[in-house]
């Protein structure tokens, strides 16, 4: 019986590569109501729901499969539906944090486009107690509890009425810790304006946009997900991308070695896919300490081993904060083994990591 791992790999051939995706639009054909539904929920993790379901309604239209056809037009109408109604609402939140003085830079999330994240990132060089005020004032926003981790990283959560998606706002930080600073006031100062859906916002540029997916990817949660390949991969293919500002960006921050490698790890899974990898610069391929051959699936995610590969580019980034004498920045990163220790003691427990992570 088809599992995560199997639809795991229909979603990279149809996210990566939907022109040649024949086998994995059968894949789908295949599944029963509860593989399609189960499929479509990984889907949504994933942030591919439009991007992966769109070759499959083409597919079936040509071959006249109009059961199948009219599932997938279903689920891409009801994706649509939701970004329809999140869309003008993080244009509003944008507008009056703007107006207000606190300059919001849209992060990650309008990256998947024409898919969204489920959650709605933003970073602002702003204080956060005026980023309260205007959420809880002027949209009657509703404080998330904050985790240490949180905490460290002056990162809040805001329940919005009417909105499904949660607002995450980071305040003059970056990081799991909070260790960047001189880093993130970059997603400002180099911040581009960009037309999304009929409104227009504030993304970081290209080389901003794989740095905070390196940090999620390779400094936070040691996994990929199917965006996140898409994402880059596109980005990549533009020829936007200044490496010279990028390797620049990364070593401020301490995380050339893994910046290297998250696109090292993306050219390689576009490779399975497509059967050629990207363009990357012989300087990348060389930083880079390991590449996609270290991934692997294990339940719903592609994952990147923690031992030894997270925990050396961890050590790295550390040495190198030390070495430039950034001694605020290195002593929050040495709280890191802590609270991730006490994060996976909490989820064995109680299923949970929330209150630390």
Known sequence: ???????????????LNPGAAADAVRYV???????????????????????????????????????LQQWAEQAIAQERSRIA?????????CTQLEAAGCPATVMKSLDHWPDLGNDLDLYTTA??????????????????????????????????PGMRELVEVHSRRLGQTGEHVALARRFVSRRVEQEIGGYRFFLPAPEERIIVATLQRMYRHFYFRV??????????????LDYAELKKAAELGGIWPGVASYLVIVSDFVKKYRSTGLNLPAEVRTAAR??????????????????????????????????RGDVPATFRLSLLPTLAASAAVAYRITGSDKGVW
């Not at 996140?228 to 020829?239: H, I």
């Open 85 to 93: 109604s999140a869309l003008p609402r993080l244009h509003a939140i």
């Open 1 to 15: 019986m088809p599992g995560s791992k199997d639809h795991l790999h229909a979603l990279c051939a149809l996210a």
């Open 29 to 67: 054909a295949g599944l029963d109501d509860a593989g399609r539904a189960e499929l479509l929920k990984l889907a949504d993790a994933h942030h591919v729901i439009i991007r992966a379901v769109t070759p499959v309604a083409a597919t079936a239209a040509t071959s006249g499969e109009s059961a």
């Open 290 to 323: 390991f590449g996609g051959e270290k991934v692997f699936s294990d339940g719903k995610f592609l994952r990147v081993p923690i031992m030894p590969y997270g925990a050396a580019l961890y050590t790295e980034q550390v040495t190198r904060t030390a070495l």
């Open 227 to 240: 965006c996140d390949l898409a994402n880059s991969a596109a980005l990549v293919e533009t020829g936007a």
């Open 127 to 160: 204080g956060e107690r005026r980023v309260i005020e205007i959420m809880v004032n002027r949209f009657e926003a509703r404080i998330e509890p904050q985790s240490w981790c949180d905490r460290l990283a002056n990162k809040w959560n805001f329940a919005v």
